[in-house]
Nanobody
Framework: QVQLVESGGGLVQPGESLRLSCAAS????????LGWFRQAPGKEREFVAGINWSGRSKNYADSLKGRFTMSRDNLKKTLYLQMNSLKSEDTADYYC???????????????????WGQGTQVTVSP
């Protein structure tokens, strides 16, 4: 099993930045492809970004390209999401997820994820 714990959320003003982290414990971190998802109040969960096991392949939601950057450190067993130029519509609970995969390609929204974190809240407000 893999346990995932997100951190780094908080309250920021529009235009500011945040970096979320997702710390993993358990089985070999590099065996897993990872994803970030978010769920805003009253809305369905949506895909934010995915990254393959090595970090060489990434996949972003079209609407977030250019503002969000995903990365991973396999030695530290940590996943990151750098969020810049935040907008009020980015307000949501952010979740990291893991799926066992050795694919060279990053996962996407339709892939099945085996493990999920508890989420971290991001609020963007003046």
């Amino acid at each position: 099993q893999v346990q995932l714990v997100e951190s780094g959320g908080g309250l920021v003003q529009p235009g500011e930045s945040l970096r979320l982290s997702c710390a993993a414990s358990g089985r070999t971190f590099s065996n897993y492809a990872l994803g970030w998802f978010r769920q805003a109040p009253g809305k369905e969960r949506e895909f934010v970004a995915g990254i393959n096991w090595s970090g060489r392949s990434k996949n972003y939601a079209d609407s977030l390209k250019g503002r969000f950057t995903m990365s991973r450190d396999n030695l530290k067993k940590t996943l990151y999401l750098q969020m810049n130029s935040l907008k009020s519509e980015d307000t949501a609970d952010y979740y990291c997820a893991a799926r066992l995969s050795d694919s060279a390609y990053a996962p996407g929204p339709s892939d099945k994820y085996d493990y999920w974190g508890q989420g971290t809240q991001v609020t963007v407000s003046p």
